[in-house]
């Protein structure tokens, strides 16, 4: 099995997103969360178990014992320099349920960063006393340049990337995939399922990793409903009928709503404007959901976000059972819970915990 | 028992601070701390009970290590989008003795508001992966706001009101009422005595809530002293006059020293100035108090202040017996802790403990 | 033995530092650590053992639980009003190692310090709510006058200076004597080694409290490689004529590398430029350790740093296994860790375990 230590920076950085894949494993086990490109379907199913499992265990103070039991000689660094206050809560309250003890570097301005560091040797530093990093940043592909770093170095400790540029958000598609295993488990899962995603796909790093990973699943339609300007990048195009999937692209959304099985909706990215305000001059008004597109949509159909939300979602909507984005956030901590558990192998240990 | 839950917002809404009172209440017992209108006597006499047996537990690792335990398996959310070091911490230092793992968002410049998400949903993500919220802002009603909507959710979380715009700051009442009984323990209790407020009486919500609690003691006399534009607002005026309650307003300090039992100090709040300034025009010299004033104050009596002062109070006078205003403070923390406790229902095995 | 309860403020603050050592002992042992005048030789290697005891017996999960149950009825403050990242996190892994629950405050701007607070009523506001204070900020003497403020009240809680202005950061200069002790523990120890400064010495308080530790080893010689504009201050060189040691100034960095033992790499501290950017003037290039350097070096050598670095140490050299420096890092966890558990008196417990 390849691992970062058996290739130089400069060939593995060339690599493609799939061929980086299996590279992020450390002593010979799941190590760096970096890409979607890592998980297949085989490990999305087996983080969706353990996830339940953990969700499941959690309820109970007996069970929560057990689970803050199991890492709570373990530190992590939680590294933000791009500001989300829903990852980061998220990602804490997972470390909290796994009794690891943390660190925070929330607001880089009172960091060390102005004394003229790098980004490398901050990264080195918090490996110095840590044992897992999880940063967000605004910079693509840093998250990957640093789990190359410290597996060569000689702290090899695991990076998972919480927000990565334009490009990767790793464990929000996870929790996506998980929300959606989670909403067809009585209806015979993903495959052959119809996801519509609506709003700013061209930003949407959430949107980008959900689509890669849908493709793993049999028979699933991908609908992408968008104004012109915001429409999915043409590499995700590539990516899809490269893979062979069945895919529109339209900017009807009235019409997409009778047959959607999961509607996707994200708002606009405007912090990506590369002059500020262009983002405001989109009309996204036919690219809101309300009470009047609920009532087109399918009973079994859901509706999921990845928040924060502004206008796309009308508040009257939330009281809908078919409103899952609420529970879809807090999987979020049940999901990252199950990556770090595995990532330290006690994956194991908590399937078989008798306890319930 | 009426409950958020069987009322509509905008019938809530009108109730009176005394109508509210009792719909706090979370599954039949105490839950979300919002207004100082919740307590009555015998809630504040169990609070005060309890927060000094936790005191006295604490002092030994032993008793440490059964309060620790208390609630380890729950997580609390520190929400304090109006800065204050003190009650943060005296929170935080309460949440840590019962326990509870904490998450925290204190500058909100970095939070993902920025990205235009509205304060309900932002509560509704904390609620997502805490079990209890410890909210502070600058609007008034909020946390008011926010326990009905918790309540009528699917995660009807419990929120701690840590300050709430000018009008409630409750957890602060209920220690200063907590300070005045411990100060009082063998003088015949609150009942009587004869209590001077000094400063900036119109903005400082603590003299707001507290000379509210007093209304609950028998024949409690309150004073209130402060120049004419920092008066006490009429809306007290009117609840004291309401309530049958003895109270006088003056500008005349020194006049009242010698017949005070306790002295409750406050600085200028020249954070809710209107144009910014207008506060430091307010000639507030005759409204501090130092060695002289000291020297013609009763020697059982007691001087308060909720912190942080300026030069309301010469740093003289803290080493007189009667200055009472440090161990105020931290009988904070351990009012927080009864609080937090009793909304887990933990208060009867902390009452029961057999350790000391 | 004095203590500071023993001595007025206006006495005690004209004492030379060495003369102050002895007072900031608490209740007979070790209490606040302020200056590094107050290790002698014997503390140091005490504190060398300690650490390299907890650093083992933190290498199994067994020995890490036994370190967590040594504190954990305590809470720590971490009040850094100068950022600092590296010392921050230091500090936060230490007393995590040893189960201490944590506060902090990072960020002036969202502390009450904004009402107009002073230092002296913050301080005692956190000795209110927690059993350790350590503190950073930007006034020379500060930690020192908030030690002997705590000392004289009524909740005397210890104080660990994370460093002070210009002058002091003791645990810095400890954890630098540590890593020389752990270098030269095959040869034969600190004493009779060359010890090599070298960049901003006029400012960077590491090399003034280092230069004063290394005086307590026997021969050895001093360095000082520097332009003229920020060679050591006259203060250390008088201390050390005074104390009878050999050093030498200069500005001549290639001719010390082959007969050094350490050479310790400084950056310029140009926060401390009194006209913004007047560092920027100063030529340094001739004072950064490239692989030319290295390969000029004894190959027993070591290369320290304290971090953050700019240029002055080339990446390339990282690798190099006299490059020390990033152990050095991970060094003050543990020697930070050793000096709490010495200051809450676990030291003896530690050194006894028999886990290992």
Redesign the interface.
């Known amino acids: 099995m390849s691992q970062l230590t058996d290739i130089a920076w400069d060939d593995f950085r060339k690599l493609s997103l799939q061929e980086k894949g299996p590279y992020f494993r450390l002593h010979g086990h799941e190590g760096h969360v970096i890409i979607a490109q890592q998980f297949d379907r085989e490990r999305l199913d087996s983080l969706g178990l353990l996830a339940t499992r953990i969700r499941r265990i959690a309820k109970t ?1 007996n069970g ?2 057990f689970l ?1 039991g199991l890492l ?2 373990k ?1 992590a ?1 939680l590294y933000f320099s791009q ?4 990852t980061f ?2 990602f ?2 997972a470390c ?1 349920i796994l009794g690891l ?1 943390l ?1 925070e ?3 880089t ?10 980004q ?3 990264i ?3 490996s ?3 044992d897992l990093i999880v940063m967000r940043c605004k910079i693509g592909g840093l998250a990957e340049r640093m789990a190359w770093l410290l597996s060569n ?3 090899p400790v695991p990076i998972v990337n919480a927000g990565s540029g334009k490009d990767q958000h790793p464990t929000q598609a996870v929790l996506d995939i998980y929300t959606l295993q989670r909403s067809f488990e009585n209806s015979g899962g993903i495959d052959g399922k119809r996801i519509v995603f609506v709003g700013d796909l061209l930003r949407g790093r959430t949107v980008r990793s959900l689509s890669h990973l849908l493709t793993q699943y049999r028979d699933v339609e991908q609908v992408f409903v968008a104004p012109a300007q915001l429409q999915v990048a043409e590499d995700i195009q590539f990516m899809l009928k490269t893979a062979g999937i069945n895919f529109t692209l339209t900017d009807d959304f009235r019409s997409q709503l009778p047959s959607a099985d999961a509607i996707y909706m994200t ?1 606009v990215q405007d ?1 990506w404007d590369a002059q500020k305000g262009e983002s405001g001059k989109v009309d996204i008004s036919r690219f809101c959901l309300g009470v009047d597109e609920l009532a087109l949509m399918n009973d079994s159909a859901v509706v999921m976000h990845p ?4 206008e796309e979602i009308s ?1 009257a909507v939330d009281r809908d059972p078919r409103a899952v984005y ?2 879809q ?2 999987n979020g ?1 049940w999901v990252r819970a199950a990556m770090i558990a595995t990532i330290f192998e006690t994956h194991e240990k908590i399937m078989e915990w008798a306890g319930i």
Chains 1, 2, 3 share one sequence.
């Open positions: 103070r929560m014992e803050q709570s000689h530190r660094m500001p989300s206050t829903r809560l998220s804490l309250a909290e003890k660190g570097v929330r607001d301005s009172i960091s060390s960063e102005f004394k003229g560091e790098s490398e040797d901050s080195r530093s918090f110095s006393y840590f170095s000689e702290r708002r912090e928040l924060p939300r502004r508040t609420w529970r956030m807090r901590m």
